[in-house]
């Protein structure tokens, strides 16, 4: 027996008169007097299935007892509807139904499986099966596999083998925290599950398989940020032989593949932006291109004019928002100064010159600047009036940061973002190190397999850590709308310079051999120069779908405290288990 001769997406007009058989979850029912209507769904669309009281009374009953998702198959005749859908493509036809069987009842679910849903958050995910049978996220999973497939085509094409390389390695205290899995046959030792491939990647290029891919499952056991996921995919790559060029062109070529493949989207060659220039005229490692309002610093025209703020500040800077003096409020402003000052963003405070249109100039240094000076400003940026300066000032990294999440802001208070567009970037020549403060040494801007470009390889000898601050990498990120969507380097292939970055970093001779000794040993065997870049999947899918939340592209999310709400883990274990793995689990004090 078959269960269908159709999916519910496919009958139109021209089937009209067939006989069919169709299967699928109830949707919804409508009793219209001597008619009920039902709307039978698959994952392929909805096809509505009339019953006729006047006719077929028992056949009727039989359709008015049906339950939301109740499974059921429907044999009937494709009859043309009197009252059409447009908004369907089933919508011109309807299954006049001859016989109908419940294949299987449903209890009343949780949320309606609807686009809209009323369901919430926390409900959908531990119902996730009933909210994977709605459309929209069903679209999303569907998308999903077709970019891999895609991803997979053009990879295979130009001569990438898919590689597996294994869950369980080792742990590391580079990067974020690892998941560790305990071992049974060696009670008190403990494997970590892969952050990414990276060394597996490269000891494949030691190997000579020159082009790797993978599409990865990667774990961090990272404080969950709004966006972040526990597990997450990366399309994962290693090239050898290649300078930095070639790997930004296979992998400019493989993004424009998959947009043209999957959106039938054409994306224009991709800019490329050093990283200095991304920071000091957006605020940020990762801009969104989709509108301008680039920060611009003010140094030169506001300091040692008496205003102490200014004076003290290391950097004063600002962007100027178009046509908003006339719009904003005294009360707007406050607002956008509190704004600033909320602890995420972290600006003392905010000055501003609103350019009125009758030539006066609103604002909150007037005391201290003429309005000339003011106007000077005003042209620095390439203003007119009706524009509003937003000035910050402070420490330089700060402030630009605090200047990009403003400038942000602006973009989407004033959708300054075209929604439909796609603009895509390489962000180049990151900085090799970065210092921190608190535990007083350098951590590995990308990580520490990254080679320095050839101009500063020879300063990595330098112990002045101003000059190791300013070290640039052979790193590079791509950036979409905001978002970073992929990120690789050249790496160190020798050695020495590989023992070298990882003393820079802190670590021990002893440290480095105990933890890396079996990559640096590959490099004594004949490595080639090689690099490559990871692809967070996940995130771009959403990108593509002009989304925000990765959560919606993952068939079964983990919330934001890394749990499953469907199946209820992580949960603890068996006392059994853990004797046998020779744990003890330490009681919570409170
Ligand atoms: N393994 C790196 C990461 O996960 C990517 C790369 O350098 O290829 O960020």
Redesign the pocket.
């Known amino acids: 027996m078959s269960y269908r001769t159709h999916h519910c997406g496919e009958l139109r007009r021209k089937d009209v008169g067939t006989t069919v058989k169709l299967a699928g979850w109830i949707q919804k029912g409508r009793n219209l007097g001597g008619l009920t209507f039902v709307d039978l769904r698959d994952r392929y669309g909805i096809t509505q299935l009339v019953f006729n009281m006047d006719t077929n009374p028992t056949l009727c009953e039989k359709a008015r007892a049906l339950g939301r998702e109740f499974v059921v198959m429907a044999v009937g005749k494709v009859a043309e509807r009197s009252n059409k859908n447009p908004d369907r493509p089933t919508g011109d036809i309807e299954i006049e139904v001859e016989n109908l069987t419940v294949l299987n009842k449903s209890a009343v679910p949780p949320f309606t499986i609807e686009d809209e849903t009323d369901g919430g958050e926390e409900l959908r995910m531990k119902y996730r099966y009933l909210d994977l049978r709605r459309d929209p996220i069903q679209k999303n999973m569907l998308f999903r596999s077709k970019l891999a497939l895609e991803t997979r085509k053009y990879l295979d094409s130009v001569g990438f083998a898919e590689i597996e390389t294994p869950f369980l390695i080792k742990s590391t205290p580079e990067g974020a925290r690892d998941f560790v899995v305990p071992s049974r046959m060696n009670a008190g030792e403990f494997y970590a599950l892969p ?4 060394t597996f ?1 490269q000891l494949l290029m030691v190997s000579g398989l020159d082009r790797y891919f993978q599409i990865v499952k ?1 774990f961090r056991d990272e404080d969950l940020r709004a966006d972040r996921q526990p597990e997450f995919t ?1 399309i ?3 090239m050898a032989f290649v300078d930095r060029e070639e790997v930004l062109n296979t992998f400019e070529d493989l993004t424009k593949h998959l947009f043209k493949a999957t959106l039938d989207v054409d994306l224009a060659d991709f800019p490329r932006m050093d990283y200095q220039e991304a920071v000091e005229k957006y605020g940020s490692d990762k801009p969104d291109l989709r509108f301008d309002l680039q920060i611009k610093p003010l140094n030169e025209l506001v300091k040692n004019k008496g205003f102490v703020v200014f004076d003290k500040a290391e950097y004063v800077g600002g962007i100027c928002v178009p046509a908003q003096a006339e719009n904003w409020s005294n009360k707007d402003m406050k607002k956008l100064t509190e704004w600033v000052q909320r602890p995420q963003i972290g600006a003392a405070g905010l000055v501003y010159s609103k350019f009125q249109q009758d030539g006066s100039i609103k604002s909150t240094v007037s005391k201290f600047f003429t309005d000339d000076a003011q106007s000077e400003w005003l042209n620095h940026f390439g203003g007119e009036k009706g524009d509003v300066l937003l000035i910050l000032a402070g420490k330089k990294d700060k402030t630009l940061k605090q200047l990009g999440e403003l400038r942000l802001e602006m973009g989407r208070r004033l959708e300054l973002m075209d929604s439909s567009e796609f603009k895509p970037l390489w962000v180049v020549d990151f900085p090799l190190l970065e210092w921190d403060d608190e535990t007083e040494r350098f951590y590995a801007m ?2 520490p ?2 080679a320095p470009t050839e101009e500063d390889r020879e300063k990595m000898n330098y112990t002045d850590r101003e000059v190791l601050k300013n070290l640039r990498a052979n ?1 590079y990120d791509l950036v979409i709308n905001g978002a970073e969507i ?4 050249i ?1 160190i292939h020798d050695r020495q310079l590989q023992q070298q970055n990882f003393k820079l970093l802190g670590f021990t001779d002893e440290e480095a051999e105990s933890q890396f000794g079996f990559l640096m040993g590959a490099f004594e065997y004949g490595a080639p120069p090689h690099g ?3 692809f967070g999947f996940d995130r771009l899918c959403a990108v593509m779908n002009h989304q925000n939340s990765i959560r919606d592209f993952i068939a079964f999310p983990k919330n934001n405290m890394g749990r499953d709400l469907m199946i209820d883990a992580p949960a603890p274990v068996d006392k059994e288990q853990l004797n046998e793995l020779r744990l003890k689990l330490i009681p919570k004090k409170d």
């Open positions: 952050q990414s491939p990276q990647k990667c990366q994962d790559c290693e990308h990580h397999f990254t790193a992929g990120g690789g380097s790496r490559g870049i990871a």
